[in-house]
T-cell receptor
Framework: TQLLEQSPQFLSIQEGENLTVYCNSS?????LQWYRQEPGEGPVLLVT?????EVKKLKRLTFQFGDARKDSSLHITAAQPGDTGLYLC???????????FGTGTRLQVFP | DTAVSQTPKYLVTQMGNDKSIKCEQN?????MYWYKQDSKKFLKIMFSYNNKELIINETVPNRFSPKSPDKAHLNLHINSLELGDSAVYFC?????????????FGPGTRLTVT
């Protein structure tokens, strides 16, 4: 069974701090997506990475896909209260349209 | 305009009842999905349909039956509801099946079985 473990599970930080969320698996994925979910809403895509070793930046967010396509990280610089939410990584299963979602990281940024 | 909509938003019902959740997308996507998110926020795929044809059917009890009248709609019917069915159910759609395509999620339906 393919599984994506995220760490940490919970993270509470002050505004302005930096943080990194990790997404790890023993399986190889065709692509890796990161979503953010706010209470009462569905997940919203932040980024998709498709090449091993790929790094993408989205303002203060930096995403990296591991060289072996088994892991990914999300780094947030100078976190803001608006970054608060549930962050989910999702791995694409080869030759399907199936996504395996990670266990989630709940981030709270205090002003 | 809401891209992916679900009704109802909340559903409270008793064990043994039959209920349906409706989903519609106005994005012109060919592929639609149903996911279940449990109390620990773990999101797991249940079904996917491509242009009204069932593509993915995970290990889901056969009390759950998806129905796609056309490619813009994917409804979920649940028979003989059980306490363990309580969860948030999300509908999603994507442009094409395949790697790397964004999935657009609906707002979710919170099902509570008492």
């Amino acid at each position: 069974t393919q599984l994506l473990e995220q760490s940490p599970q919970f993270l509470s930080i002050q505004e302005g701090e930096n943080l990194t969320v990790y997404c790890n698996s023993s399986s190889v994925f065709s692509s890796l997506q990161w979503y953010r979910q706010e209470p009462g809403e569905g997940p919203v895509l932040l980024v998709t990475v498709v090449t091993g070793g790929e790094v993408k930046k989205l303002k203060r967010l930096t995403f990296q896909f591991g060289d072996a396509r088994k892991d990914s990280s999300l780094h947030i610089t100078a976190a803001q209260p608006g970054d608060t939410g549930l962050y989910l990584c999702a791995g694409g299963v080869w030759n399907t349209d199936k996504l395996i979602f990670g266990t989630g990281t709940r981030l709270q940024v205090f002003p | 305009d809401t891209a992916v909509s679900q009704t109802p938003k909340y559903l409270v019902t008793q064990m043994g009842n039959d209920k349906s959740i409706k989903c519609e997308q106005n994005l012109g996507h060919d592929t639609m999905y149903w996911y279940k998110q449990d109390s620990k926020k773990f999101l797991k795929i249940m079904f996917s349909y491509n242009n009204k044809e069932l593509i993915i059917n995970e290990t889901v009890p056969n009390r759950f039956s998806p129905k796609s009248p056309d490619k813009a709609h994917l409804n979920l019917h649940i028979n003989s509801l059980e306490l363990g069915d309580s969860a948030v159910y999300f509908c999603a759609s994507s442009q094409n099946p395949g790697q790397g395509y964004e999935q657009y999620f609906g707002p979710g339906t919170r099902l509570t079985v008492t």
